[in-house]
């Protein structure tokens, strides 16, 4: 009797696969990032009050002498975010050195206006879009916003806006289409 390569294969795959997920930690989960695109990032979790340290490879203690850079804390916070722990999320926002970079203003948006401070949030968006009007994510999730507050017009305009930016294709266009579906029924 004879193997092919095509018999042979399935045996040599499944203990590579299998050697392959012994060696994944177990606190990495992938993360869908929509601020950037919809790529998916890679993070493992740390425990409250620590962040993932990308240059060192370990979970850090998140605090102003940390030496965290903003990205390690924006996406620490973004994934707080998505987790709801909207509290958490902030705190690590307050980290970070540059308060004015769009995408800490647009998360600490998200985080506010999640927690029911919706003009609060609104705020935070203005802010974000007056540094890049065209960062269509704030634009989303600022129409979503408008929508909590029953503003079904404003929330309108930011579609337009986003229409003008990126197409009606565009992943923030299709959700904030779907939200004002919603709201309207």
Not at 153 to 166: F, P, T, V, Y
């Amino acid at each position: 009797m004879t193997l092919s390569a095509r018999s042979f294969a399935p045996a040599l795959v499944a203990p590579a696969l299998g050697l392959a997920l012994l060696l994944t930690p177990v606190a990495t989960v992938p993360t869908l990032a929509a601020s950037d695109g919809g790529t998916t990032v890679t993070t493992p979790k740390c425990k409250k009050g620590f962040a993932w340290d990308r240059s060192s490879r370990k979970c850090k203690a998140a605090k102003k002498s940390s030496n965290l850079s903003d990205e390690d804390l924006f996406q620490t916070a973004r994934e707080l975010a998505f987790e709801r722990r909207y509290d958490e999320a902030l705190t690590m926002l307050d980290l970070a050195a540059d308060q004015s970079a769009p995408r800490i203003l647009n998360y600490r948006g998200f985080a506010t206006r999640k927690l029911g401070r919706v003009e609060e949030a609104l705020t935070y968006y203005q802010a974000a879009l007056a540094i890049d009007p065209n960062y269509t994510l704030v634009r989303e999730y600022m129409g979503e916003a408008y929508l909590q507050l029953g503003q079904v017009d404003k929330a309108r305009a930011q579609l337009k806006e986003i229409a003008m930016r990126c197409g009606t294709e565009c992943r923030e266009y299709a959700l904030l289409e779907a939200e004002i579906e919603k709201a309207v029924q």
